[in-house]
């Protein structure tokens, strides 16, 4: 039978036990082993029955449960005390607090919004897919550790991802458990009257959008969920967030549209019913939420009163946008008609945003670009004064990919920048290294100071502790193995063999990502007979444990996972090399502490930065990678071994064949000897030197801390001052901004540098002489100090290409009239070799923030 009606049924517990469930909804305790120690006590077997879940545990107890608990004193007070520990956490001043929290003129910055399309915090809030989500899962964790005060903006989806497993061919199928929020740690955001705050968007030809709002709460940082399916919307707008990267049509486009527009709206009716402060600064993780730098350009043209061009120099001011692909097939981009329908229409038109003006945000006019094509990284870049991506290497592939914006700049000084990626340690490294460190180092010592010291603690007892981890990742792969085989038809008769699978005392291997083709799935399939080898030597034994979904619509990439299912099928290896379906935060939070080697073998240069090595590195993992992403910067030599890249070989079979012969190599050479050469104790010495300094000089890098303030100190806080020039007096400085930027960019292609001058200069000139320089130039309507006029020196190649480019400003000395001015400059010539110098004009504004935001450049 089915039920006509379904009911959720709140636990009322007894009010000595009501603290738990504000334990529960914190998602801190996902991070926090007393919190979870606390639970798991209540019941050990529904707490793993229930996945670990503190919700769903307090949602099973039943009267008798209730009252045996509410009397036993002593778990009593570990609630009390487990309760004061999360106040204690979520008021006491931190690392943002002590460092004047971006204080100026007496303001400081409040609040920060940050948009994802997914977030990672736990598996029992399965609102993810992979990289990106994790990625800003641990973004508001870490966020929350140091006090940053952020606010998340993502969407709710009733099916999450989707769950994988194999059938009997090894082709990957998918399903979609419907989740009920619920059953979720998560709460309804409602009005002051009780009602669920319902967020409205217009769509066209009369229809609308409209959705929930759910509240998740991750230590001290709130995280508002758009949820689509509510009664109001017709059938077609229900299923909007139902699946994550999911359906076709219009409804990727309306996610966006409730991601951007909406989350600002969630955000407005989250600070209102709270009292909590209206966000400073907006991040936009990728270019899914862009629409939220429209949604705000809007409120300034219908509330404020600025003209349109006046509105985006406002919103850029406070937005930083980071990208996270290197390949424009990661990004979104919708056909220009799409765009038209949703927004040209009279009854879904956003007020104060010309259609034209829309599409210009967003297109593609530039070398290398496609007409009638709406670019959601596009809009995002020129909706943001600041712009980085996720790892030095990203920074300049992403550079080099979107030079377009700025095609008159060099690349080096196209203005995106970078943070390298970082991982939350409370939730990625195994409790038992922290407790190793605690029983050798004490309780006191935490965060950095655990890698500084990491030499005190005993190398041994580190080994013995990795064997631990060893065999704790093997129950787990054998349990999710033996399931697997069941799924794809075995019968129970004949999986004895999956109770003997894996030795904790091999070398163990761990690759597991998404199943896109630049990350090279089969590259250690190249050559199979090489691979056995390796698997079955009965001296030096390795194993492998796979894991990694690919796209539903990916079938290139679900090929790849089928060959690899199959070759784990031949009895030759089977049980050595393994792929275990369905990978998940719960799943990695075995495998990373129990390898010994974290491989990754991307095409280079497409790994953005890739932050599963990290995860392994700080549970005592050695890396064995392409040097991509984040590797290619923190590789030392000493830390794990980098895989030798084929760049320049254009036929991509033989690169894949050198490429993987270069891994062979380093595993029969190298890894594998390192691994089983051991002392008179019967430790790997070398190995554990390794690890040894792996854990000291990457540990203190890798961090999600270190990520965040990174980002508070070079775009949070900068953005904010930035915002708060331009809001003043009646967003005076917007005005001016725009009024300047409609100057020039009128003004500039009749701006020409007519002559130069050096005097000084002799026939053989020495290092320390003085060089003048003056420059002649025509600004037409233009003052001279609405302009920059610099001169750039540097070395000279045989093309007379300058690299290692300084610059001097030069100032204007004397005006001509007709628009014709002179600059002066002075430089020393420090530097000996071939240089070479020219002179060039830029714009200059008090609001700009750097030399490139416009594009305009003017060179001889």
């Avoid at 006509?4 to 334990?23: D, G």
Wanted: negative net charge; contains cysteine.
């Amino acid at each position: 039978m089915k039920a006509i009606r379904r009911l959720h049924v709140r636990t009322v517990l007894p009010e000595t036990l009501a603290p738990l469930h504000e334990l529960a909804l914190n998602l801190r305790w996902s991070w926090h082993p007393p919190t979870r120690d606390l639970f798991a006590s209540i019941d050990p077997e529904l707490w793993d029955s229930t996945g670990q879940d503190p919700r769903a545990v307090l949602s099973s107890l039943r009267s008798d449960d209730m009252e045996r608990l509410a009397q036993d004193e002593e778990f009593a007070a570990r609630v009390r005390d487990a309760h004061e520990d999360l106040q204690r956490y979520l008021t006491r001043p931190r690392w943002y607090h002590e460092q004047g929290a971006g204080g100026q003129d007496g303001r400081t910055l409040e609040s920060i919004a940050y948009f994802s399309p997914e977030f990672g915090i736990t598996s029992v809030l399965p609102q993810y897919s992979g990289g990106l989500g994790i990625l800003a899962g641990d973004h508001l964790k870490a966020a929350s550790d140091q006090g940053i005060p952020i606010v998340g903006v993502g969407l709710f989806y009733t099916s999450g991802y989707f769950a994988q497993r194999f059938n009997a061919e090894g082709w990957q199928l998918e399903s979609y458990p419907v989740l009920d929020p619920d059953d979720l740690p998560l709460s309804l955001l409602r009005e002051e009257d009780g009602s669920p705050v319902v967020i409205r968007l217009d769509m066209p030809h009369g229809g609308h959008l409209d959705a929930h709002v759910w509240r998740a709460q991750v230590g001290r940082v709130p995280l508002l969920l758009l949820d689509s399916d509510v009664e109001s919307n017709d059938s077609a707008r229900r299923e909007v967030t139902n699946r994550l990267y999911g359906g076709g049509g219009d409804q990727r486009l309306e996610q966006e549209m409730l991601l951007g527009i909406g989350g600002v709206r969630a955000l407005r009716a989250f600070s209102r019913i709270t009292g909590a402060p209206e966000p400073t600064v907006y991040h936009t993780n990728e270019g899914h939420a862009g629409f939220q730098g429209v949604e705000r350009i809007s409120e300034l043209v219908t509330g404020s009163g600025l003209a349109f061009g006046e509105a985006v120099r406002a919103v850029r001011a406070g937005t930083v946008f980071t990208t996270h692909t290197p390949v424009p097939a990661g990004i979104d981009r919708f056909d220009v008609g799409a765009i038209r329908s949703h927004f040209g229409d009279e009854s879904c038109a956003l007020p104060g945003i010309p259609l034209d003006e829309l599409l210009q945000l967003g297109a593609e006019d530039y070398e290398g670009g496609s007409a009638g094509v709406f670019n959601m990284a596009v809009m995002g870049m020129r909706l943001a004064q600041r712009v980085n991506g996720v790892s030095k290497l990203h920074g300049a592939v992403s550079r080099e990919m979107f030079q377009g914006l700025w095609p008159d700049f060099d690349v080096e000084e196209v203005p995106i920048g970078s943070i390298t990626n970082g991982v939350h340690a409370g939730t990625w490294v195994d409790r038992r290294l922290y407790d190793l460190a605690r029983d050798h180092l004490g309780p006191e010592v935490s965060g950095r100071r655990v890698f500084n010291r990491i030499h005190e603690v005993p190398i041994e007892d580190f080994w013995s502790t990795k064997r631990e981890l060893r065999e704790q990742l093997i129950s787990d792969a054998r349990r999710r193995l033996r399931r697997s085989q069941l799924d794809r038809g075995a019968t129970e008769a004949e999986l004895g063999w999956t109770d003997d699978v894996l030795d904790p005392d091999a070398l163990t291997i761990g690759f597991a990502r998404r199943g896109a083709t630049y990350k090279r799935l089969t590259l250690m399939l190249r050559d199979p007979e090489r691979l056995k080898k390796l698997l079955t030597d009965p001296e030096r034994p390795v194993q492998v444990i796979i894991a990694g979904k690919a796209h539903p619509a990916d079938d290139t990439g679900k090929s790849l996972i089928q060959e690899m299912v199959r070759f784990t099928d031949d009895p030759e290896i089977r049980g050595k090399l393994i792929y275990l379906p369905n990978y998940d935060i719960a799943m990695a939070q075995r495998l990373y502490p129990g390898c010994d080697v974290w491989l990754n073998n991307p095409l280079r240069p497409f790994e953005a930065c890739g932050t599963s090595g990290m995860k392994a590195a700080l549970n005592g993992a050695l890396n064995l990678s392409i040097l991509d992403g984040w590797w290619d910067e923190w590789y030392d030599g000493q830390n794990g071994w980098a895989i030798p890249t084929a760049d320049g070989v254009d036929d991509p079979d033989r690169r894949d064949d050198l490429e993987a012969s270069a891994l062979y190599e380093l595993l029969e050479k190298t890894v594998v000897p390192t691994f089983y050469e051991r002392d008179g104790s019967g430790l790997p010495e070398r190995w554990l030197d390794m690890v040894s300094h792996t854990l000291s000089t990457l540990g203190p890098k890798v961090l999600a801390d270190r990520m965040v303030r990174e980002y508070t100190e070079t775009y949070y806080w900068p953005a904010a001052h930035a915002a708060w020039a331009v809001e003043a007096d009646d967003h005076a400085g917007a005005r001016s901004l725009a009024g300047y930027v409609a100057d020039v960019q009128r003004c500039w292609p009749d701006l020409h540098i007519d002559h130069v001058d050096a005097q000084g200069l002799t026939d053989a000139p020495q290092i320390g002489e003085d060089v003048e320089v003056h420059a002649f130039v025509t600004l037409g309507d233009l003052d001279p100090r609405q302009v920059r006029v610099q001169m750039a020196y540097g070395r000279a190649n045989a093309e007379d290409t300058l690299t290692d480019v300084e610059f001097v400003d030069l100032s204007p000395t004397q005006s001509y009239g007709e628009g014709r001015h002179r600059f002066d400059g002075r430089v020393r010539l420090a530097r000996t070799g071939a240089l070479g110098w020219t002179v060039r004009v830029l714009p200059a504004h008090e609001h700009l923030s750097g030399a490139a935001e416009l594009g305009l450049v003017t060179l001889p």
